[in-house]
């Protein structure tokens, strides 16, 4: 009996085993490596997660993606009638599932401002790249992650050179038994180079005061007033006590 357990120990430390963790190590030092890369763009730009998480998160799936290719190798060679029946495609769907959770985590809502999308967006493609890693993939692999590199590095330049319409959250609070009127408020807003979107607007109503909470879109990027002289135009304006006013960003 110890023989035989001496056996199966010395099975997992066979020079097959120690080839194939040699091979599954580098797979992980390389998915390490390839997501910190994509990390690094948005620590630099102070977001929540970065090379530390992307870096994790790639490694997880490629560690967890790379082992489904040795199913002969599981258990020292001892689980093989198990393992061979096992699909990598089920470990692959579990992971997209696991790292859209984290993804949505990342994603935070604060009055008509979104944030994180892009590094939930990222994080995903962090997976993916991973994955491609784990089963041997390594050129695509690399190419991913510069691809997805440049599109969040390069993407916001061209973003700010085409043709916008910028838009603005807009939260106002007015004065008691004041009753505010759409129409003035609209052409207000139009005097400035603004729009009213379309079905953004949200009042309520709250021991005799009314909030309003609506999106205004400029007509064309450098047509709309500056958020600072906005702002003096409606600190001045009548029947307004309070105001926010931020990018409504996403």
């Not at 390839?34 to 998160?57: D, N, P």
Request: hydrophobic share 45%; proline share 2%.
């Amino acid at each position: 009996m110890n023989a035989l357990s001496f056996e199966m120990l010395s099975d997992y430390w066979s020079s097959g085993s120690l080839q194939v963790n040699v091979v599954i190590f580098m797979n992980l030092l390389g998915a390490l490596i390839l997501g910190c890369l994509v990390g690094y763009e948005r620590a630099y730009h102070g977001r929540a997660a970065g090379m530390r998480t992307y870096g994790l998160v790639c490694m997880a799936a490629c560690a967890l993606t790379v082992i489904a290719g040795y199913p002969g190798s599981w258990y020292g060679g001892h689980g093989v009638a198990s393992a061979m029946g096992s699909d990598p495609t089920r470990i692959i769907q579990g992971i997209v599932t696991g790292i859209g959770f984290l993804g949505a985590g990342m994603i935070m809502k604060e009055g008509l401002s979104i944030s994180g999308l892009t590094t939930a967006a990222s994080i995903w493609a962090s997976s993916a790249i991973g994955v491609m890693v784990g089963v041997g993939f390594y050129g695509a692999a690399i190419l991913l992650t510069i691809l997805s590199a440049l599109c969040m590095l390069g993407l916001s330049r061209v973003e700010s050179r085409l043709p916008q319409r910028p838009a603005i959250g807009i939260t106002l609070r007015f004065n008691r038994n004041f009753t505010p009127d759409e129409g003035e408020l609209r052409a207000f807003l139009l005097s400035h180079g603004f729009d009213m979107a379309m079905g953004s607007i949200s009042i309520s109503f709250s021991r005799g005061a009314a909030e309003w909470r609506f999106v205004a879109i400029a007509h064309c990027r450098r047509c709309g007033t500056p958020m600072i002289s906005l702002a003096t135009h409606l600190g001045s304006h009548a029947g307004i006590k309070s105001f926010n006013i931020a990018h409504a960003r996403n």
